[in-house]
C-alpha cells in the first residue's frame, strides 16, 4: 500500500499556472504507475494524466498541450504542471498509484486525500 499526500493547489486567475506535486511514501513508488484525477462540484471523478513506471504519460484531451505530468523516483513525487488554466479546471484533484497506467479510475489502488484548485474568471 502507498500513502500519498497531494499539496500545491489554490486559487488562481484564469491564464495562470500551478504546479501540484504528490508525495508518496513506501518502497515501491518506482514500479507504480500514478495518475492525476479531479472532480468538481456535482460532477463525477475524471481522469487528467497518467504516467507509467518508466515514464510513459497520456492526457485527457481536455488538457493535452496545458498540463504536465511528471515524476521524481528519488523523492517519491509526481508532478502535475498545469498552465493555461481555466475556470473549467476548477475542482478537488487527487493523485492514485496502480499496477498500470489507467485512464479508469478503478485501475488505482491508493488515492490521495485531494487538493483543491480553483481559476477565478
Known amino acids: 500500500q502507498v500513502q500519498l499526500v497531494e499539496s500545491g493547489g489554490g486559487l488562481v486567475q484564469a491564464g495562470g499556472s500551478l504546479r501540484l506535486s504528490c508525495a508518496a511514501s513506501g518502497r515501491t513508488f518506482s514500479s507504480k504507475a500514478m495518475g492525476w484525477f479531479r472532480q468538481a462540484p456535482g460532477k463525477e471523478r475524471e481522469f487528467v494524466a497518467t504516467i507509467t513506471w518508466n515514464g510513459s504519460t497520456y492526457y485527457a484531451d481536455s488538457v493535452k498541450g496545458r498540463f504536465t505530468i511528471s515524476r521524481d523516483n528519488a523523492k517519491n513525487t509526481v508532478y502535475l504542471q498545469m498552465n493555461s488554466l481555466g475556470p473549467e479546471d476548477t475542482a478537488v484533484y487527487y493523485c492514485?498509484?496502480?499496477?498500470?497506467?489507467?485512464?479508469?479510475?478503478?485501475?488505482?489502488?491508493?488515492w490521495g486525500q485531494g487538493t483543491q484548485v480553483t481559476v477565478s474568471s
Open positions: 492514485a498509484a496502480g499496477r498500470v497506467g489507467s485512464t479508469w479510475f478503478g485501475g488505482y489502488d491508493d
